[in-house]
């Protein structure tokens, strides 16, 4: 939301009829920018970037192996083809628990010297993101469903005062909202097709240093808007024991509209801002591959499209600049996972999985509101079945995150550089996320009773 902000400076201008500072002038395009930037600032998303990959909890306890071939409902948010596994009528639920950790620490080249310009402690504050998942079985062939998702999110806080406020400062948060309704055919018993529409509503928050002078000026900005996508995908069976799936979501437009209020001494601006940022596409691959009636062995490869975030373009009159550039600049992000569950007894199935995250954000690039690295994946589960229509799954993951350096210099390159008036920066970051997750599936239907033995009708 709109917040005032004090501003000091020597020089002054006339903009619109008002006066204003200059340095109140830079704020406003400094926050303008950090709308965009906060789509790009969680300190600690967990699917490379800043997307948010705990959507299940029964995919989670093999570090997401296998999820797009199916297994379980919330399958469906990687492959909506999936969804024709779930006979009758199912749903599942998921709360996911998120401690990250991520501390800055500059080195030599930034502002170090003056007091309050050191490092921070934790910036990555805990999160929680829910999941839910419907679906319904029309006929033998053909089902519809409806899942609700976070799939970008942040919560991050950082000093005031600090040797890289020019880059992140004050609390920052985005939270997304996307609902997917899908349908799902079964064209025999070997393959089956699935599509569905994402509506993605995004809200955001973001505050930013605007000078390196110690005098605490804070630019704050929110806004929000909608995106529209689709998902879709297919599944194979070719034996009886090995499934096969490929999923499909579809890149967004996320828009972002905001309002920001920024001026110094009794003079204050109030200033519309929008942007759209270019929300990647992710193609999932997944392999079940079941090798004894209690081992099952699972793969997943997983490509996100990251690169076409490029740089964004804020406007908005009446700003003195038409435009302001946002360089993004990733890189393709990939996943690598594998996986086991094991059926313990006919309540109690087990599961376990690693994982490799290559890391869409790149040493060029990178600034301290987005740390990322490349990842490993550590990941235990289980799912207890307490009648046949109720089961609870359960996951913990830790993620290990590689040591993580942010050179923002005019001779490293870095585009993010003169959006801060040419302020260098230069640290590391340590940074490490445990997860917790649970989920609830229940069939709302009566299954039905299972065909009877041969012994069973001899005896009848």
């Given amino acids: 939301m709109p917040a005032r902000m004090r501003c000091w400076t020597r020089r002054k201008t006339h903009f619109g009829g008002l006066t204003m500072t200059f340095r109140a002038m830079k704020a406003v395009l400094l926050a303008c920018a950090g709308v965009g930037a906060l789509i790009a600032a969680t300190a600690d998303a967990n699917a490379g970037g800043f997307a948010v990959r705990e959507q299940s909890a029964w995919g989670q306890g093999t570090s997401y192996a296998g999820v797009a071939a199916g297994g379980s409902l919330s399958a469906m948010f990687w492959n909506p083809a999936t969804m024709t596994q779930m006979p009758g009528i199912q749903s599942e639920s998921v709360v996911s628990l998120i401690l990250p950790y991520a501390a800055n620490s500059p080195t030599a080249g930034s502002l170090v010297g003056a007091p309050g310009f050191g490092g921070t402690g934790n910036t990555a504050e805990t999160a929680i993101v829910p999941g839910s998942y419907f679906s319904y079985q029309i006929n033998p062939s053909l089902w519809v469903g409806m899942s609700v998702n976070a799939p970008f999110g942040l919560s991050v806080s950082f000093p005031s ?154 406007s908005g009159p009446p700003l003195p600049a038409a435009a302001l550039t946002l360089p993004f600049q990733y890189k393709d992000g990939w996943l690598f996972s594998a996986g086991a569950e094991y059926m313990w007894d006919p309540q109690w199935t087990l599961r376990a999985g690693v994982g490799f995250e290559k890391s869409p954000i790149t040493d060029d690039v990178r600034i301290p509101l987005l740390p990322d690295n490349d990842r490993y994946w550590a990941s235990v589960g289980a799912t207890y079945k307490v009648t046949n229509k109720l089961s609870i799954d359960a996951a913990y993951s830790h993620v290990f995150v590689k040591s993580t350096p942010i050179n923002i210099t005019a001779a490293s390159g870095n585009p993010w550089w003169p959006t801060s008036f040419g302020i260098d920066y230069i640290g590391t970051v340590d940074s490490h996320i445990d997860i917790l997750s649970v989920g609830l599936k229940y069939r709302w239907d009566n299954p039905e009773p299972p065909p009877p033995t041969k012994s069973a009708l001899y005896h009848k």
């Fill in 161 to 314: 005062m600090w040797a890289g406020r020019d880059y992140a400062a004050g609390e920052s948060h985005l939270r997304s909202y996307n609902a997917t309704p899908s349908v799902a055919y079964r064209i025999n018993d070997w393959i089956s097709v699935g599509a569905g529409v994402q509506i993605q509503y995004a809200d955001a928050s973001l505050q930013r240093g605007v000078s390196a002078a110690g005098l605490g000026e804070i630019a704050t900005i929110s806004g929000n808007g909608w995106g529209y996508g689709f998902t879709a995908g297919v599944t194979l069976t070719p034996t009886p024991t090995t499934t096969i799936g490929l999923g499909y979501r579809s890149m967004i437009d996320q828009k972002i509209d905001g309002n920001l209020m920024a001026g110094g001494g009794a003079i204050t601006l109030t200033s519309p801002a929008s942007t759209t940022i270019n929300l990647p596409d992710t193609v999932s691959f997944g392999l079940r591959q079941r090798i004894s009636p209690q081992w099952t062995l699972l793969g997943t490869v997983e490509w996100t499209n990251w690169s076409r975030i490029g740089t964004s373009n804020v």
